[in-house]
């Protein structure tokens, strides 16, 4: 069975973050997490817009595989990932990723990579390439008003002017105040 995190507003220590990280095990609330010591990894999925190559569907459903090109921002494992041009249907989580053919924790801007999204819901589990979405439609990270603030909160540092822009054109896509 997959359990996951629920946490609102809480620091994480590092035995927690890693505990989520080892078994993959999501952080529901993601919007706010932050890990409390220092050599912890956040467990904030960064944003991202990614294109389906079409030449590399390697499986339509539950989990749906799929080659993507990283058009902008940085895909992550875990990032809740959604189809906005088919009214913001929920595809999953992205529970790996790989990069000529080694596991890989994150995916930058540029690069193509194999990407596994897992369902987390019978509604996510129903959705299928070529049915509910198709290489035509890109592929974004669920974003919100709380995981926005979080960002601007704890990781505005890390942040650069390409990731804040894409911030702004997801803020408009899911109609974020």
């Known amino acids: 069975?997959?359990?996951?995190?629920?946490?609102?507003?809480?620091?994480l220590n590092e035995h927690a973050c890693g505990m989520c990280a080892c078994c993959y095990c999501p952080a529901m609330a993601w919007t706010s997490l932050l890990c409390a010591s220092t050599g912890c990894t956040p467990c904030l999925p960064p944003c991202c817009l990614l294109q389906i190559i079409p030449t590399c569907v390697f499986n339509k459903k539950d989990p749906i595989v799929v080659g993507v090109e990283v058009v902008e921002g940085i895909a992550k494992v875990g990032t809740p990932l959604c189809v906005p041009t088919k009214e913001?249907?929920?595809l999953g989580r992205i529970?790996?990723?790989?990069?000529?053919?080694?596991?890989?924790?994150?995916?930058?801007?540029?690069?193509?990579?194999?990407?596994?999204?897992?369902?987390?819901?019978?509604?996510?589990?129903?959705?299928?390439?070529?049915r509910h979405f198709d290489h035509n439609d890109q592929l974004?990270?669920?974003i919100s008003r709380e995981s926005i603030n979080a960002l601007k909160a704890h990781f505005a540092d890390e942040m650069g002017k390409d990731d804040w822009?894409?911030?702004?054109?997801?803020?408009?896509?899911?109609?974020?105040?």
């Open 95 to 130: 529970a790996s990723l790989e990069l000529n053919h080694k596991s890989v924790d994150t995916a930058h801007a540029g690069q193509s990579v194999a990407m596994k999204i897992e369902p987390e819901n019978a509604m996510e589990q129903s959705r299928m390439y070529g």
């Open 140 to 142: 974004v990270s669920r």
């Open 1 to 11: 069975g997959r359990h996951c995190t629920l946490a609102f507003e809480l620091l």
């Open 88 to 90: 913001g249907i929920d």
């Open 165 to 177: 822009r894409l911030v702004v054109k997801l803020k408009k896509v899911f109609g974020v105040q």
